[in-house]
């Protein structure tokens, strides 16, 4: 029972913070944003968000070091939308994933 709120909660924080910061002012700054996963403590203490971005104007680690200098401001913004009894902490963490995935694709179309 507590994982389904846990994995409740992960959701509801991925479309929310998708939505707020292509709502912000951070968009200019992560350009083409996706948060592709979010995995959030039993505890609500923090949350790991995984994301990938294309077209940003910052290198990966300068656009992670961005996001994480500013998620205060990201979980004060949560807090007043997710009625939660404690907001997590937000990490940011870039997911190549889906770039191994595009490296991939276009090694085996180079293939043919």
């Given at each position: 029972?507590?994982?389904?709120?846990?994995?409740?909660?992960?959701?509801?924080?991925?479309?929310?913070i998708a939505?707020?910061?292509?709502?912000?002012?951070?968009?200019?700054?992560?350009?083409?944003?996706?948060?592709?996963?979010?995995?959030?403590?039993?505890?609500?203490?923090?949350?790991?968000?995984?994301?990938?971005?294309?077209?940003?104007?910052?290198?990966?680690?300068?656009?992670?070091?961005?996001?994480?200098?500013?998620?205060?401001?990201?979980?004060?913004?949560?807090?007043?939308?997710?009625?939660?009894?404690?907001?997590?902490?937000?990490?940011?963490?870039?997911?190549?994933?889906?770039?191994?995935?595009?490296?991939?694709?276009?090694?085996?179309?180079?293939?043919?």
């Open positions: 029972m507590e994982k389904d709120r846990i994995i409740r909660v992960s959701d509801n924080l991925k479309r929310e939505f707020e910061i292509q709502n912000s002012d951070l968009k200019e700054t992560c350009g083409f944003f996706s948060i592709n996963h979010v995995e959030t403590a039993r505890d609500l203490s923090s949350a790991k968000v995984f994301f990938s971005t294309i077209n940003s104007p910052l290198k990966q680690s300068e656009l992670v070091l961005y996001l994480n200098e500013n998620a205060w401001k990201l979980r004060k913004s949560l807090a007043q939308k997710l009625h939660l009894k404690k907001m997590p902490s937000l990490h940011f963490i870039y997911d190549e994933h889906s770039e191994n995935v595009r490296n991939i694709d276009a090694l085996i179309d180079n293939l043919d």
